[in-house]
């Protein structure tokens, strides 16, 4: 759950990027070809079944993004600076993303 949980806090926070997003479905995609066999096989667990709840929410919130690409609300995709977000009520405003305040980059291990 920790490559899931990183992977999603990085790839699909409150600064995005498509980049990131594609990133993070890849890895979503990973991890439900290793957890599929074992759900099949009925061996279910609490922390199981936490695993395919934060892939279903992870992958909701990675392709709602791409989908939607303006900002409504605290989130943006950085692609889209150059569009100058516009509020949910039509009020124009600028967004300064905070530099440095990500965590530390991991390479996530090829899927097998």
Known sequence: MTALSHSITKNAGIVRNAHDLE???RVINCIERQVEPIWKR???SPD???MRDLLVVGRSIAE???SE???VGAHYLEDELNARPTHAMGEKRSVVPVRGSHM?????R???
């Open 48 to 50: 199981l079944m936490d």
């Open 104 to 108: 530390t980059t991991v390479s996530p």
């Open 23 to 25: 990133n993070a479905l």
């Open 64 to 66: 709602s993004a791409l």
């Open 42 to 44: 009925r061996r279910w």
């Open 110 to 112: 090829p899927c097998r």
């Open 69 to 71: 690409p303006k900002s």
